[in-house]
């Protein structure tokens, strides 16, 4: 076991409530203290410390810092794409001053390590839509993608200023069973799947022929994990990285889910969302992410669809 106690902010997210158990599972349960603004998540009651927790509370964050000897700290709370547009300068003030706080603390306090997740909405119309590089035109047109870009620099920011050990990946959509995804514009790929086993049918918000880069959780997970755990040394972009696993589009992932269900039929209705999507890039080249710390996702389409749908059967009884 090792000595280090890990902060997770927002922890009862999509992402979050995994990341917290995989984090357990590491580090042991009671070094690891999951928080956020609402109630304990049910897949995490009983299996560690939890603290309720607004990060936008400065003071609060450095006293729960201090008291529980924090030396990590992965902050997942944000507002993410969909309802970013719905509220612009609110989710610009909770999605920088939450990092500052963080960043500021963790420089104060001389913390080992910070995680904060960016997302491929960095990117905009105008960046290459196909195996987009990491270094290219980044010019976001959503809110949620100008504030990524915005705190991409700023980690780069405290790590060149002031030395600080902040790592990150930019996301691309991630899809999970275990907890409801938090209002993006690639929840669909998440709906679709409870649609079909509920309904047998799904009405779709992006356009059939819309491609989008995206990740199975477990890969995601790893991924974060692995980026964490890798020699300090071999993280040469203090930005974020690009990621890549899989890219498809709702045509295809109906696809494949009829591979599974015959009879599951979807049906399109864009809305506000497409716009969104249809600014953001179709997949991503993560040859640096491969380059220098080894990743290499395990999950595509089918083997994703063959594990949600026998996973979400399982829960639904
Ligand atoms: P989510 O919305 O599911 O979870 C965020 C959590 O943060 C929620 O539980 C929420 O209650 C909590 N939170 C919000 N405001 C808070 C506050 N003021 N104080 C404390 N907690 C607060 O989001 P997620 O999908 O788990 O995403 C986590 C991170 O990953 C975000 O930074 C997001 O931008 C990034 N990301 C996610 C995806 C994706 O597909 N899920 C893709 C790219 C990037």
Not at 125 to 147: A, C, N
Request: aromatic letters at 10%; hydrophobic letters at 40%.
């Amino acid at each position: 076991m090792k000595k280090d106690k890990i902060l997770v902010i927002g922890a009862c997210g999509q992402i979050g409530v995994e990341l917290t158990l995989a984090l357990r599972k590491m580090y042991g349960d009671g070094n690891v203290v999951a928080s956020d603004l609402r109630e304990e998540h049910e897949l995490l009651k009983g299996t560690g410390p939890y603290v309720s927790l607004d990060v936008m509370n400065k003071e609060m964050l450095h006293v729960l810092v201090i008291r529980h000897n924090i030396t990590q700290i992965y902050l997942l709370a944000a507002i993410l794409s969909a309802t970013g547009e719905k509220n612009p300068l609110l989710a610009w003030h909770i999605n920088m001053a939450s990092l500052l706080n963080v960043l500021d603390i963790a420089k104060e306090e001389g913390l080992d390590k910070i995680y904060w997740p960016s997302s491929i909405a960095v990117f905009g119309p105008d960046s290459p839509k196909r195996e987009t590089p990491q270094h290219t035109v980044i010019e976001p047109t959503t809110i949620y993608g100008i504030s990524k870009f915005a705190g991409e620099r700023w980690c780069e920011y405290y790590n060149t200023r002031y030395g600080i050990d902040v790592r990150s990946l930019r996301y691309p959509g991630l899809i999970s069973y275990k907890s409801a995804p938090g209002g993006g514009t690639t929840d669909y790929a998440v709906e679709i799947y409870h649609d079909a086993l509920e309904e047998g049918s799904y009405k779709c918000f992006l356009k059939e022929d819309t491609y989008l880069p995206m990740m199975y959780m477990p890969d995601a997970i790893r991924a974060t994990i692995e980026l964490m755990e890798a020699e300090s040394a071999r993280i040469g972009v203090r930005s974020a990285y690009n990621l890549s696993a899989m890219s498809f589009s709702p045509k295809e992932i109906s696809a494949a889910i009829k591979e599974h269900i015959p009879t599951f039929t979807i049906s399109y209705e864009p809305d506000y969302r497409q716009q969104i999507a249809d600014g953001w890039p179709q997949s991503i080249d993560d040859e640096l992410a491969a380059k220098h710390w080894g990743w290499k996702p395990e999950f595509d389409l089918q083997k994703m669809t063959a594990d949600m749908l026998k996973n979400l059967k399982l829960q639904k009884g």
